[in-house]
Antibody, heavy 116, light 110 residues
Framework: EVQLVESGGGLVKPGGSLRLSCAASGFTFSSYDMSWVRQAPGKGLEWVSSISSSGSYIYYADSVKGRFTISRDSAKNSLYLHMNGLRAEDTAVYYC?????????WGQGTLVTVSS | QSVLTQPPSASGTPGQRVTISCSGSSSNIGSNYVYWYQQLPGTAPKLLIYGTNQRPSGVPDRFSGSKSGSSASLAISGLQSEDEADYYCAAWDDSLNGLVFGTGTKVTVL
């Protein structure tokens, strides 16, 4: 059974940093592209970043470019999102998703709240 | 802000057909596949349509996707109470070099 479990969310002050993790199981993690998608409270979905299966290709939304870094560790079957310079508008539930002809599996999400 | 535009709401009675539109441009819908996601209250999104008009295993054939030019549509036929959810379209945007989601449509079953 495919499972994606996010962790690392929490309350952080503006300008602070946080690292989100996504533990993958039930499939060959190294064979799939992976992505992060976020959803602000009461708002729609926003794509954040994607990384290819090999890690060679990485893409970011303009809203996070230069502040967030996506990475993966196939030995640990894990996806990461390093977030620096956090702003109030980064407050959202962050989902990791497997990318195979669309985002076919999603985690349950982890809430990041940026507030003083 | 979202690059793909959807109506904020749609509704129908059980058994009716409901259609949700998704308007984009030549750099996204016009040149790439369209995806549709269903999000039930308090849950993670679920892939409903991939490759513009393909259904993943387990998705009822009541759901269908189509595209014409820079616009796409999701049709729900034989509307059921469990279809009450938020629906989002998505497509890769060649100009932005990223994925863009639609603004989302809340479907209500009357």
């Amino acid at each position: 059974e495919v499972q994606l479990v996010e962790s690392g969310g929490g309350l952080v002050k503006p300008g602070g940093s946080l690292r989100l993790s996504c533990a993958a199981s039930g499939f060959t993690f190294s064979s799939y592209d992976m992505s992060w998608v976020r959803q602000a409270p009461g708002k729609g979905l926003e794509w954040v970043s994607s990384i290819s299966s090999s890690g060679s290709y990485i893409y970011y939304a303009d809203s996070v470019k230069g502040r967030f870094t996506i990475s993966r560790d196939s030995a640990k079957n894990s996806l990461y999102l390093h977030m620096n310079g956090l702003r109030a508008e980064d407050t959202a539930v962050y989902y990791c998703a497997r990318d195979y002809s669309g985002y076919d599996f999603w985690g349950q999400g982890t809430l990041v709240t940026v507030s003083s | 802000q979202s690059v793909l535009t959807q109506p904020p709401s749609a509704s129908g009675t059980p058994g009716q057909r409901v259609t949700i539109s998704c308007s984009g441009s030549s750099s996204n819908i016009g040149s790439n596949y369209v995806y549709w996601y269903q999000q039930l209250p308090g849950t993670a999104p679920k892939l409903l349509i991939y490759g513009t008009n393909q259904r993943p295993s387990g998705v009822p054939d009541r759901f269908s996707g189509s595209k014409s030019g820079s616009s796409a549509s999701l049709a729900i036929s034989g509307l059921q109470s469990e279809d009450e959810a938020d629906y989002y379209c998505a497509a890769w945007d060649d100009s932005l070099n990223g994925l863009v989601f639609g603004t989302g449509t809340k479907v209500t079953v009357l």
